[in-house]
């Protein structure tokens, strides 16, 4: 199952590896971590990142967010920014679910999705990296297509996706405890919770509206030969 990694000061890093497939196989060990932000890791985080083997970190967040928080990994060749957002899109309504923002996310640029898909798929030899800030939303929403792709039913990638709450639940205890508006405490709160069924509604979603994330991610650009490349990657 997927093993924790102690990188500093990140706090949601997991290799994947481990995670069955339907076919009878699993994810390989070192073929796919996520993560959250790199920007917040210290000289021995960087450290532990290089010896791990990376050939490729794919970073979902916006530009602007990359200005904020710069990866120390920048400017690598290793480093990719490929945000699944497009500058012109607006931030999602205040009172949507998450579940509606994951919609409004996937409908709107199948074809970034797809390209972060390519960007593990064609990585060189070695562990693919993916991350945004918190490693919660945009990398949920990839990782949960890339390990459907690769063969994982779609309980178990929800099941991954929901121990991010986990990883981050003092960090974001911390953050809730700054707010004093309760009705805005409360709305945070909602919007930090990975519960289960917000991923598998949202993988629902995209089988009722595309046909699956195969067909999905295909709209986008994704292709069967590229999807079969992917799984032999990321799959035993």
């Known amino acids: 199952m997927p093993t924790d990694l102690t990188w500093p000061n990140c706090l949601n890093v997991r290799d994947l590896g481990?995670?069955?497939?339907?076919?009878?196989?699993e994810i390989r060990s070192g073929a796919l971590i996520r993560s959250?932000?790199?920007?917040?890791?210290?000289?021995?985080g960087i450290a532990a990142v290089?010896?791990?083997?990376v050939s490729r970190i794919i970073d979902l967040r916006r530009e602007t967010e990359c200005v904020a928080e710069?990866?120390?990994?920048?400017?690598?060749?290793?480093?990719?920014?490929?945000?699944?957002?497009?500058?012109?899109?607006?931030?999602?309504?205040?009172?949507?679910?998450?579940?509606?923002i994951y919609v409004k996310l996937v409908d709107r640029r199948p074809e970034l999705y797809?390209?972060?898909?390519?960007?593990?798929?064609?990585?060189?030899?070695?562990?693919?990296?993916?991350?945004?800030?918190?490693?919660?939303?945009?990398?949920?929403?990839?990782?949960?297509?890339?390990?459907?792709?690769?063969?994982?039913?779609?309980?178990?990638?929800?099941?991954?996706?929901?121990?991010t709450e986990q990883r981050l639940r003092e960090e974001n205890d911390r953050y809730l405890a700054g707010i004093t508006d309760e009705s805005r405490r409360e709305r945070i709160r909602e919007l930090q919770a990975t519960?289960?069924?917000?991923?598998?509604?949202?993988?629902?979603h995209i089988e009722s509206k595309y046909g699956g994330v195969p067909a999905y991610l295909a709209k986008g650009g994704f292709d069967a030969?590229?999807?079969?490349?992917?799984?032999?990657?990321l799959a035993s």
């Not at 959250?36 to 021995?44: A, N, P, Q, R, V």
């Not at 290089?50 to 083997?53: E, I, S, V």
């Not at 519960?195 to 629902?204: A, S």
């Open 18 to 25: 481990g995670l069955p497939t339907t076919h009878g196989g």
């Open 36 to 44: 959250d932000s790199h920007g917040k890791l210290t000289d021995e």
């Open 50 to 53: 290089t010896a791990h083997g």
């Open 70 to 100: 710069p990866s120390p990994f920048a400017g690598q060749l290793l480093y990719r920014n490929l945000p699944v957002q497009d500058p012109a899109d607006p931030d999602d309504g205040v009172h949507l679910t998450l579940t509606q």
């Open 114 to 163: 797809a390209a972060a898909a390519a960007a593990i798929t064609d990585a060189p030899a070695g562990v693919v990296v993916v991350h945004c800030a918190g490693g919660k939303d945009r990398t949920g929403l990839v990782v949960a297509f890339a390990l459907t792709v690769a063969g994982v039913d779609r309980d178990v990638v929800a099941a991954d996706y929901a121990v």
């Open 195 to 204: 519960r289960p069924q917000t991923m598998l509604q949202t993988l629902e």
């Open 225 to 233: 030969a590229a999807q079969s490349a992917l799984r032999s990657r």
